[in-house]
């Protein structure tokens, strides 16, 4: 036994329009207390969709609503509408009104199925040809069974007579409808879900043949789809996908390495860095590599998070200081950091062509940057690291990391 619960909206419905974040809503108040929509004590839409019993049939056939006691059949119709419930609620006074706040306003003396997502979206059992947007029984799984339900005879006669004529559910069976989601936006619907089937072919997919990938996460397929004129699409194989399936469009990735893994399922995204302040990035590397400094702080901040693979100390140092306009100079062994505009780094000389003072020759002296007791080198798939355990214990850790294959083993030194 089946229960195919019917909303019914009578005349005279509290309703009021309430604003959110993402525009207004429409709250509905709905009184069970004279025998009308009883389900409700038993039943929670939240997050279903309703469906009123308007439409147009496959045939073009218009359907109009039914009364409260006698419904249209809504079998191979698509609805005008597609109605989200975002909460339901029963009001706290009293336990007969429950409350509805829902994406659309719910009109006056008209009937809506209800719709809930299935945890299961498609069998591969299920119709090749899927009508978007259309209530039939064909998309809907026969419990214990791997087929779909088919109606071409009536429950209301014992011999099985068919059936005709819309002013009954007869040969209706249980009801479900095949909607896109556009997380892209590239449709002209004001929601994620494509409640206009016109949308979905006049923007996202046109008429004619497409290669598309089907993925549930778990299961995987490419599979030909084919955008016919009749607003339905044609799949040349069947797919088993639970919950949302995503259909794209496919892609070849090259890389310039060998892939060492076999994975079954790959993810295209990017990655988060945690940056410092610049100057507390400094700290940080002169720290660890145990040189004694001096800061003169600067007044604007600035955020970065470098890679530093393969990069002497000093040149990282000087990434980060030509960023925030400073400059790194040496002074009875202690290294100071201050703004390049700082007046200590004026002298009191003045060297020019008339002047008493002339530059004959220069020449640029060691660093301390370019020393280094602790190397490690990266490979594709190995690590190497080398130290001089003596040099470290003499003059601190000094230490360089690199991607290259060959390093200039002159800087290593004791």
């Not at 147009?56 to 039914?66: A, E, P, Q, V, Y």
């Not at 040969?171 to 590239?186: H, K, R």
């Not at 590599?289 to 702080?297: A, K, L, M, P, S």
């Not at 290294?335 to 020759?361: A, T, V």
Request: with cysteine; glycine share 6%.
């Amino acid at each position: 036994m089946v229960f195919k619960p019917r909303l019914w909206t009578a005349t005279g419905a509290t309703k009021t329009t309430t604003k959110s974040s993402n525009g207004n809503l429409n709250k509905t108040v709905l009184s069970i207390s004279g025998g009308n929509n009883r389900f409700l004590e038993y039943i929670d839409l939240t997050g279903c969709y309703l469906v009123p019993e308007v439409g147009t049939k496959l045939d073009n056939t218009s359907i109009t609503t039914g009364t409260q006691y006698s419904s249209n059949r809504m079998t191979d119709v698509m609805p005008e509408e597609l109605i989200y419930v975002i909460s339901h609620e029963v009001d706290d006074s009293t336990i007969t009104d429950h409350i509805l706040i829902t994406d659309a306003e719910l009109d006056d003396s008209k009937g809506y199925r209800i719709l809930q997502p299935n945890e299961t979206c498609m069998y591969n059992f299920f119709p090749k040809e899927i009508y978007m947007n259309t209530l039939k029984p064909s998309y809907t799984k026969i419990s214990n069974g791997d087929s779909t339900y088919e109606f071409d005879s009536s429950y209301f006669y014992e011999e099985s007579t068919k059936s005709s004529g819309l002013n009954t559910i007869e040969n209706e069976g249980i009801l479900s409808m095949f909607v896109a989601i556009d997380l892209d936006g590239v449709s002209t619907d004001d929601g994620i879900v494509i409640k206009n089937r016109k949308n979905f072919f006049d923007n996202v997919l046109s008429i004619g043949n497409h290669s598309l990938y089907f993925s549930d996460g778990d299961n995987s397929k490419k599979i030909t789809v084919t955008a016919n004129q009749n607003y339905s699409i044609t799949l040349s194989e069947g797919f088993y996908g639970k919950g949302v399936v995503s259909v794209s469009q496919p892609f070849t990735v090259s890389s310039r390495e060998e892939l060492l893994i076999d994975p079954d399922r790959l993810v295209i995204g990017t990655t988060a860095s945690i940056g410092l302040e610049a100057e507390d990035l400094i700290n940080e590397l002169l720290e660890d590599n145990e040189i004694d400094f001096e800061v003169t702080q600067n007044d604007y901040p600035y955020y970065l998070a470098p890679n530093y693979k393969g990069m002497d100390l000093y040149s990282a140092i000087n990434l980060i200081l030509d960023r925030k306009d400073m400059t790194l100079i040496e002074e009875n062994g202690t290294f100071k950091i201050s703004p390049e505009d700082d007046s200590s780094h004026y002298s009191n000389i003045l060297i020019n062509d008339s002047g008493d003072f002339q530059i004959f020759e220069f020449q640029e002296t060691s660093s301390l940057f370019d020393f280094f007791n602790d190397i490690i080198v990266y490979g594709r798939t190995h690590k190497s690291n080398r130290k001089d355990l003596r040099s470290i214990q003499k003059r601190g850790r000094k230490n360089i990391r690199s991607s290259r294959w060959f390093i200039n083993y002159s800087k290593w030194s004791r």
